[in-house]
């Protein structure tokens, strides 16, 4: 079944040339030339990923975002002129799998968005049973994408639940943040190393309000790790 690709963008010869690239490869493609536009087909059409420019006429991409996150964790992907780090980190911090700035290769977008979705696809035959770790405190289902703390939920974004089970793969190992971008955002990008932080703080403040304890430690110098044992 084809995957669905929402693009938001208020220049139609973009949204045009990013169909095209994504068509080629087999996405099905919707558009929406404003915020509110895009709101309404997230909500109706249920698309695999979202493709959302910050610069659109009727709300800022942020607040699209923001309404966004409230009801869905479809993957996001930033679209923007703005290259300051601080954009950067903003469009994160709202929840943002990944911020393209322009100009950009559309061929690079397309290949950006496969491997979001390679990661995000979750439910197949034989995945792994759920996990727990320090007693019950933390416990991981990677089939259903769900975590819950002191036996509550945690909503969770897909890019800080991989982040998540990347830790716990190796509960204790101390991860570089160049490692945990690798593995997290499946490349390289120079630069994004210090990203991981700020998806580290939305986790730390997600999993605060349930856990007694502090779950992902900081290790001076290296990195981050997962503070407690995987139960037996």
Do not use: C
């Not at 068509?23 to 709101?39: C, H, I, P, Y």
């Not at 006429?57 to 964790?73: C, F, H, M, Q, W």
Request: proline share 6%.
């Amino acid at each position: 079944m084809a995957r669905t690709v929402l693009v938001v963008d208020d220049e139609p010869k973009l949204r045009r040339l990013l169909r095209d690239y994504l068509e080629r490869d087999g996405f099905t493609v919707l558009e929406a030339d404003s915020g509110q536009r895009a709101l309404t087909l997230a909500t109706t059409a249920s698309p695999d990923l979202v493709i959302l420019d910050l610069g659109l006429p009727d709300l800022p991409g942020e607040e699209v975002a923001r309404l966004l996150r409230k009801t869905s964790d479809v993957p996001l992907v930033m679209l923007t002129a703005k290259s300051a780090e601080s954009d950067r980190v903003m469009g994160l911090r709202l929840g943002a799998d990944d911020y393209v700035v322009k100009p950009f290769s559309p061929r690079e977008l397309v290949a950006r968005v496969e491997a979001i979705l390679r990661r995000t696809r979750g439910g197949a035959p034989g995945a792994p049973e759920p996990l727990s770790y320090g007693a019950g405190q933390l416990r991981i289902d990677p089939e259903r994408r769900e975590v819950r703390a002191a036996e509550l939920p945690v909503e969770l974004t897909r890019t800080e639940f991989d982040l998540l089970t990347a830790l716990a793969s190796r509960p204790g190992r101390a991860w570089t943040r160049l490692e945990l971008v690798t593995r997290v955002q499946g490349y390289d990008f120079e630069g994004y190393e210090r990203t991981i932080d700020v998806h580290v703080k939305n986790l730390r403040r997600k999993l605060a309000d349930t856990a007694p304890f502090q779950l992902i430690t900081t290790v001076p110098g290296v990195g981050y790790k997962l503070g407690v044992d995987r139960d037996a």
